[in-house]
C-alpha cells in the first residue's frame, strides 16, 4: 500500500509503501475501540479501560489524522529516524507544530505520572488537614485573648498580633485550601482528559494544546510555598518531587503559635 508523506518539514513529497495489514488495523480500530469502550463502560466493566486500550485507540486517531507511525513504513532509508511521518492529507503549514507533538505512549506516561503526583500531594496535604485546622483553632484563640486583653489600651501590640495573626493564617490557609484546589483542579482535569478526551477527540493537534496547557498547570502547581517570618524575611517552602516539607512546616507554625 503506497502512501505520500511530506519530508522537510512539508517542503517535499515522497512516496513510501506502508504494511497493508497494519494500515488497515489502524484505519478501522479508532471506531471499533470507541464502541467497545462505550458499551463496556456502560456495564461498568472497567478493566477494558486500561492504559493499553487508550493507546491503541490514540494510535489509531493519530494514523486517521495523517500520522504514520515509522513501523508502519516498510521502505525508510537509514537517514530516515523520525518516529512518524506526515501524510499529505495533512495542512503542509502544520507540519512544523505536528513534529513537536508527544506520542501516545509518552502521551500515557506522561499524564498517569501528573495523575499520581497529584494523588500523592492531595493525600498529604488531607491526611495533615485536621491538624492544620487545629492550629487554626488555636491561633484564632490566642488573638481573642489578646483583643479582650488590651481592649483601647495599649493597641499597637495587638495590631502587632494581628498582622502576624494574619501572615500565619495565610499560610495555613496556602495550605488548607489554595494547594488542595489546585491540586484537585488539575487532578480532575487530567481524570477528564485520559479517560474522555484522549478516547473521543479526533483533533490530534487539540490533543496536544491540552497537554501543553497540563505541562504548564503542573509547573504552576510546583510554586513554592512563600512565607514571611518575624523579621520580614522570606522562606519558601519547596514542592518537589512527590514531597511537601509538611512535617518542618507543622513544626514551624506551632513554634510560633504557641509564642504567640
Known sequence: METYIYINDGKNIETKLLNLGSALKYAKKQDD?????????????????NDKSIEEILKSNY??????????IIDLANNEQNPFYLMTKIDPSLCPKLKTINLPEVIINKINVYIDTC???????????????????????????????????NSYTY?????????????????????IIDFQYFYSNLLIYKYYTLINEKDVLVLHDQCVVFDKL???????IEFIDEHNEKKFYEIKDGSIKIDEIKMLLEKYIDSF
Do not use: A, M
Not at 483553632?137 to 489578646?146: A, G, M, Q
Not at 498580633?161 to 495550605?175: A, S
Open 63 to 72: 494514523f486517521n489524522y495523517g500520522i504514520v507511525p515509522r513501523e508502519l
Open 218 to 224: 503542573y509547573q504552576q502547581c510546583h510554586e513554592s
Open 119 to 153: 494523588h500523592t500531594y492531595l493525600d498529604i496535604l488531607f491526611k495533615n488537614y485536621q491538624f492544620l485546622s487545629s492550629l487554626e483553632v488555636k491561633l484564632s484563640s490566642k488573638l481573642d485573648v489578646y483583643r479582650n486583653k488590651y481592649l483601647n489600651k
Open 159 to 179: 495590631i502587632e498580633k494581628l498582622l502576624f495573626f494574619n501572615r500565619l493564617r495565610n499560610f495555613i490557609n496556602e495550605l488548607k485550601h489554595d494547594k
Open 33 to 49: 475501540l470507541i464502541e467497545q469502550y462505550d458499551s463496556n463502560f456502560e456495564s461498568t466493566n472497567i478493566d477494558f479501560i
